[in-house]
């Protein structure tokens, strides 16, 4: 059985006590912090950028896993690697309209782990030419 990766989403935390919300988190055996990355166009929510990743990045040597909800995630790649980045998934529907298989070598080509995910309702065929 494959091991299971514990990544808390600090879009849950208390920003105001951020560094003790990571610590809390880390104590508790996390494996990864998880940071969603959404701009108010490809989802309506809006929550923080890479100053915000870099902060976290500075309060803790865990993974960051980077889930960019973005628009144009290729654009804003070398901001999240620069801010401490580990791991970034964009959304194949985010991509549509552009190279899915070159963003996801651009973010390999810095060295992080790349990934890539659906919505619920977009179908499933759209990510199986990249299942290896």
Same mark, same amino acid.
């Given at each position: 059985m494959q091991r299971i990766i514990v990544a808390p989403s600090i879009l849950a935390a208390d920003f105001s006590r951020l560094a003790d919300e990571i610590h809390r988190v880390e104590a508790a055996g996390a494996d990864w912090i998880h940071c969603d990355i /959404?701009?108010?166009?490809?989802?309506?929510? =809006?929550?923080?950028?890479?100053?915000i990743v870099r902060i976290v990045r500075g309060l803790t040597s865990l993974p960051l896993d980077v889930h960019l /909800? =973005?628009?144009?995630?290729d654009h804003y790649v070398p901001r999240f690697v620069k801010a401490g980045a580990n791991s970034i998934t964009v959304h194949v529907e985010a991509e549509a309209k552009h190279d899915v298989a070159k963003t996801l070598q651009q973010i390999q080509d810095t060295g992080c782990r790349a990934g890539l995910t659906l919505n619920p309702e977009t179908p499933f065929d759209l990510i199986e030419p990249f299942l290896h």
């Amino acid at each position: 059985m494959q091991r299971i990766i514990v990544a808390p989403s600090i879009l849950a935390a208390d920003f105001s006590r951020l560094a003790d919300e990571i610590h809390r988190v880390e104590a508790a055996g996390a494996d990864w912090i998880h940071c969603d990355i /959404m701009d108010g166009h490809f989802v309506d929510n =809006i929550s923080f950028g890479p100053e915000i990743v870099r902060i976290v990045r500075g309060l803790t040597s865990l993974p960051l896993d980077v889930h960019l /909800m =973005i628009e144009h995630p290729d654009h804003y790649v070398p901001r999240f690697v620069k801010a401490g980045a580990n791991s970034i998934t964009v959304h194949v529907e985010a991509e549509a309209k552009h190279d899915v298989a070159k963003t996801l070598q651009q973010i390999q080509d810095t060295g992080c782990r790349a990934g890539l995910t659906l919505n619920p309702e977009t179908p499933f065929d759209l990510i199986e030419p990249f299942l290896h």
